[in-house]
């Protein structure tokens, strides 16, 4: 099915906006815009497979990307879904192992690939750079165990009203403003995925889901219409999510 064309991307700027490129020097970035390429996947197309060699590392411009793992029953659980400005496969570089998950765009997106040659180049030629890429790997690493700890002990309605705070916890009245409504205000946020992502994300399946969502509408803490949620009683919500 074709689709509209993506914007140009200045590769140069783009790249200035990743933390781990924010310091490096003007040869470096040309030596990087020379190993860029851009990739432009309608929603649904597949990025990589499981199993796939890496080429690189990837950027997200726009959309959203889903990184999977399907069993051999044939169930698929979400490892995590990024958005803009959000990097990803720079870890599976260093193992010298194909990919352990699949990449699938939600959404058209445009990405850039990062070739994994200039990345060994810089990491060799600049400390600085190598320091700043094993940081970003061990925020990510830290986030994925704090996923780890919140499965293993929190409840599936506990996990929903965390994640469901934490987009309202994004809303603000102005790009770069703090929320500043009262706590006591509703607040309507859009899921950003599917609710079946959402749930394998959740570590949840879709049914459990589901009769959470109704569970917490029938207390008067949510209403539910298709991907919006309005948070009725974000104080209520709150205090079951502690």
Known sequence: MSHAAAPHIDIAQALRRLPLFSEITDEQLRMLVGATHERDLARGEIL??????????????RGQIKLAFASRQGNEKVVEVLGPSQSFGEA????????????????DSQLLLIDRGVVFTLIEEDPHFARSLLAGMAIRLHGMVRDVEAYSLNSGAQRVVSYLMSLGDTLSPGASLPCTRPPQDPITVTLPVSKHVLASRLN???ETLSRIFHDLADRGLIHVHGSEITLTDVAGLRELGD
């Open 204 to 206: 949840l399946v879709p």
């Open 92 to 107: 599976v570089l260093f193992m010298d192992r194909n990919y352990p998950v699949f990449a699938e765009a939600l959404a």
């Open 48 to 61: 990589f497979q499981q199993g796939d060699p890496p080429k690189g590392f990837y950027y997200v411009i």
